[in-house]
């Protein structure tokens, strides 16, 4: 039995939620799960790239080539979905922002730097950031600037 689907519907990133509901259907799902499960692109078995390359990077050991290797396909995956810098990484993979910091080389010296950017890619607002964390609107604001440069 093989896909009775286009192909060009697991390749096609608009289309990713379209072929993820395909495969829901699907009796090879488990099959081509597995058989994707090494692959960077397309959707394989319901499960995107992002979602593989994830997986790949927390299976892998702690502070190991083939860790640092998984974060960067990881960091590509989401660049060809327009979702770059340490923000955008941390909010699409629930990965703290200290760790995309880290494996990006950025080294956050200010200890709030990383609160505030956690809270506002929480959803928080400026004033209820600066509200949580006894600091003014401004200096949220600086602080997200200084990351933002240091991120850059």
């Known amino acids: 039995m093989i896909c009775q689907n286009d192909p060009e519907l697991f390749f096609d990133p608009a289309r990713e939620d379209e072929a993820k509901d395909a495969c829901s259907f699907c009796p090879l799902m488990e099959q081509c799960k597995i058989l994707g499960e090494a692959e960077e692109y397309g ?3 319901g499960i995107g ?13 702690d502070k190991t080539e083939a ?4 974060f960067d396909v990881l960091v590509e995956v989401l660049a060809d979905r327009g979702i770059t810098g340490i923000l955008g990484i941390a909010k699409a993979t629930g990965l703290r922002y200290t760790v995309v910091a880290q494996r990006m080389g950025v080294d956050v010296e200010d200890p709030r730097g990383s609160q505030v950017v ?4 929480s ?5 209820a950031v600066a509200r949580q964390l006894g600091i003014g609107e401004s200096t949220v604001r600086d602080i997200e ?7 850059a």
């Open 49 to 61: 790239p992002v979602e593989r390359a994830l997986a790949r990077f927390r299976k892998a050991g």
């Open 145 to 151: 600037k200084r990351v933002r440069q240091a991120a």
């Open 67 to 70: 860790r640092q290797n998984a």
């Open 123 to 127: 959803g928080m607002s400026t004033r």
């Open 43 to 45: 959707v394989w078995g």
């Open 118 to 121: 956690n809270l506002r890619a």
